[in-house]
């Protein structure tokens, strides 16, 4: 079993243009839809967070349910559901503005037991690392399950205007680093961390997959392979979801080369990682040409 633990929310993705464009709601977070990609995608997973019990909430568990995603590890409570209200410019990417004040999400405990010995690996990222005090207890989790041995993925999905100190905030992601089995992040977010992938693989990552939108992915490991993966091309709706769907799809095809440990990663030679880039290349190209985070299923992706 997967886990992907972090943050759910309701994306308000505009309907038209102008300040006042009517507003449709859809279930998002960066953790969330990579949860229900992964179920979508076939693989046994659950999501670990605390989600409200508003009717956006219930929204959000039905949706994870209906993905086949495991939601044992779901804590619940009263406090409102986070919202995220979407700017989308003319290529289809995605700005966000956030109300998230008390929200439910932020209010995540540490589970007192560790993950289940069926858990091969934990997958974190976005909001539920910036947003206290729920990020330090997500913060605790990965540093618990990564000294257990656990296989672990992080993208920091970076919301700028979420993080009041951005060098400390780089800072704790430095600290991350050797809790971290592979780092995946977008050229973007690499922009505005600092430093480098070969210092980020020599803290602790066996790989790190680096995310360029159109002109594909690349993937740099431990070891020194450098692979690299073009960008499927097609209408493009908008880009809510693609880089969750990478991550999910990334964990999917690393579990069916057998590779969800930082050893197998480190050592996965270059043809299953061709597989692997140009599998998530494909998922994400198809959440790319449906509004609103809409990842594939398994059967789209058939050969």
Known sequence: ???????????????GTGALAPLS?????GPYNTAVAL???????????????????EALVDGLRAAGVDTSLVQRGPEPTTLAVAALGAD????????????ADRLFELPAAPLPSGVRALALGTCSLVLEPGASAYEALLRREAGRGLFTLIDPNIRAGLIPDPDAYR????????????????????????????????????????????????????????????????????????????NAALLHRLSAHGALS??????????????????????AAI?????????????????
């Open 171 to 246: 800072a704790r992601f430095r600290s991350w680093l050797p809790y971290v089995s592979l780092l995946k992040l977008s050229q973007e977010d690499a922009a505005w961390l600092g430093g480098s992938v070969r210092e980020w693989l020599a803290a602790g990552p066996a790989a790190v997959v680096l995310t360029r939108g159109a002109e594909g992915m690349t993937v740099r490991t431990r070891g020194g392979a450098v692979v690299d993966a073009a960008a499927v091309r097609g209408e493009v709706a908008d880009t809510i979801g693609a880089g969750d769907t990478v």
């Open 1 to 15: 079993m997967i886990v992907v633990a972090g943050e759910s929310l309701i994306d308000l993705v505009p309907q």
């Open 287 to 303: 959440t790319c040409s449906r509004p609103g985070a809409d990842p594939p299923y398994a059967t789209e992706l058939a050969p």
């Open 25 to 29: 709601p859809r279930l998002g977070g």
């Open 39 to 57: 179920g979508r995608l076939g693989a046994r997973t659950s999501f670990c967070s605390r989600v409200s019990t508003d009717g956006f909430g």
């Open 92 to 103: 289809g990417s995605a700005g966000y503005g956030f109300y998230a004040q008390g929200s």
């Open 262 to 283: 930082a050893q197998a990663v480190a050592a996965l030679g270059t043809a299953a990682w061709t597989d692997t880039l140009a599998f998530a290349a494909r998922a």
